[in-house]
Every structure is written in structure tokens, then in C-alpha cells.
């Protein structure tokens, strides 16, 4: 069974940054993209971004182009969101998730709160 573990979730004010990481505890043929959704209070769980692990290729959510950086380590078991210039609107629970072309595998999440 593959487990994500996030961690790097807290608060912070806008304008500021946060990293967020992800541990993938094995590497499968089912966790070929890693990746990053969000779900706000009231709302539906929206993509933020994702990394294929075999070529480091990223894609973004457009409310957090430019503002947010996905990438991998090294050994490709750990994925990093960072985060920068940070709005209110980002305020939300972070989930990591890995799978094919759809997540199979989700973490448990990590609160990202952002004020004012």
C-alpha cells in the first residue's frame, strides 16, 4: 500500500510564503504523477498542481501560476509545493495525491491558512 504524508501546512499572512511537502512511501507504477489539491470550507476539492516523477514535468492550476513551484527530490519520494505570495483564497486544506491519470492514492491533509 503506498502512504503520502504531508507536512509544512500553518498560517501566515498574505504576501508571504510557505512550503508544503510530500512523502511518497514507495515508488509504484501507480504513483507516476504527484500532485497537489486543495479544498476550501464550502467548496469542491480543486487541482492545484502536479509533477510527473520520470521527467519532472509540472502542471498548474491558473489561479497559482506564477506564485507556486511544484518539484521533486533527488530520490523522486519527496514532492514540494512552494508557495508564494500568498492570498487569503489560498486558504484552504492541501492534500497530496499520486495515481495515473486520476489520484488513487490521497494524504490526509495539511491546513494552509492565510490572513489578511
Known amino acids: 500500500q503506498v502512504q503520502l504524508v504531508e507536512s509544512g501546512g500553518g498560517s501566515v499572512q498574505a504576501g508571504g510564503s510557505m512550503r508544503l511537502s510530500c512523502v511518497v512511501s514507495r515508488r509504484t507504477v501507480t504513483t507516476v504523477v504527484v500532485g497537489w489539491f486543495r479544498q476550501a470550507p464550502g467548496s469542491e476539492r480543486e487541482f492545484v498542481a502536479n509533477i510527473t516523477r520520470a521527467t519532472s514535468t509540472a502542471r498548474y492550476a491558473d489561479s497559482v501560476k506564477e506564485r507556486f513551484t511544484i518539484s521533486i527530490d533527488n530520490g523522486g519520494n519527496t514532492v514540494y509545493l512552494q508557495m508564494n505570495s500568498l492570498k487569503p483564497e489560498d486558504t484552504a486544506v492541501y492534500y497530496c495525491?499520486?495515481?495515473?491519470?486520476?489520484?488513487?492514492?490521497w494524504g490526509q491533509g495539511t491546513q494552509v491558512t492565510v490572513s489578511s
Open positions: 495525491a499520486a495515481g495515473i491519470f486520476k489520484p488513487a492514492y
